[in-house]
């Protein structure tokens, strides 16, 4: 009941700023592959906990003992927003990681891909990826976060930032950050990752900005936005179609 509720309040408000700041105008409330997605966003909820629950409680067991016992008592003992800010840092830098290799490697473009193949990014489009992708992701992002053992409230703190954060940057929303697009992925930053353009290909990886100019992943150009979304690839539309492309399909 509690997912219906965050649905709907979350359709509403973006329903709102999308209306009344779009990127594109022309775009349609209900676009294509809409249902698509409101179905990524409540059965994914529900396949990528039970599977991260899984997955991380075997790695808990596989790896704790080569973790010092007073690694994360000194984690801990840390004031609180050393640990925000170390555990921000070491999750976008996984997060970087992993979501690099998904654009590197075929085995994994083929279940990011399902992501990218949105040809119109509203809030609602941040929902569309598959959930074995959501699961590894989780994985690389928060096994570290919990073997070095940040405290409960550092956890929560980030989980809400890293379920907001997509949200928002996925948004058809047309505001002015001058400052902010260079600290974190506003929709200005991040809607060149999706873009089908050649030159931003592969870009703008992270949460963060600083990281992906680092690497040599940055690319946000001046008083300019996409042209266009989507992949080449051609990928089904529908919600079970989708969870089966990874492993019809080799390309890329």
């Known amino acids: 009941m509690k997912f219906i509720i965050a649905f709907l309040v979350l359709w509403l408000l973006f329903g709102i700023l999308e209306w009344l700041y779009p990127l594109r105008k022309e775009q349609k409330r209900f676009r294509q592959g809409w249902l698509t997605d409101v ?37 801990r003992s840390q004031p609180a927003l050393l640990q925000f800010a170390e555990a921000f840092l ?25 992501h990218h193949s949105s040809a119109e990014l509203d809030w609602l489009a941040s929902a569309r990826l598959h959930p074995l992708e959501m699961i590894v992701v989780n994985i690389a992002v928060g096994v570290p976060l919990f073997l070095l053992g940040f405290t409960r409230e550092t956890f929560g703190v980030y989980l809400v930032f890293s379920a907001i954060l997509p949200i928002l940057n996925h948004s058809n929303t047309k505001f002015q950050f001058p400052i902010l697009d260079r600290i974190i992925a506003t929709p200005n930053f991040h809607h060149w990752h999706h873009s089908n353009d050649i030159a931003a290909r592969d870009k703008n990886f992270s949460g963060f900005p600083i990281i992906d100019l680092l690497f040599g992943t940055y690319y946000f150009p001046k008083d300019q936005s996409p042209a266009t979304y989507g992949v080449d690839e051609i990928i089904p539309q529908t919600y079970w ?11 890329r």
């Not at 059965?43 to 596989?62: E, K, M, P, Q």
């Not at 590197?104 to 891909?113: G, Y």
């Not at 179609?241 to 390309?251: A, D, E, I, M, V």
């Open 90 to 114: 070491i999750a976008q830098l996984s997060f970087y990681a992993v979501h690099r290799l998904a654009h590197t490697l075929p085995w994994l473009w083929r279940f990011h891909a399902i």
């Open 241 to 251: 179609q989708q969870l089966l492309y990874p492993f019809q399909s080799q390309h």
């Open 39 to 75: 179905a990524h966003f409540f059965f994914n909820h529900i396949l990528v906990n039970i599977g991260t629950y899984l997955v991380v409680a075997f790695l808990y067991i596989f790896f704790r003992g080569a973790i010092s016992p007073a690694l994360p008592l000194a984690v």
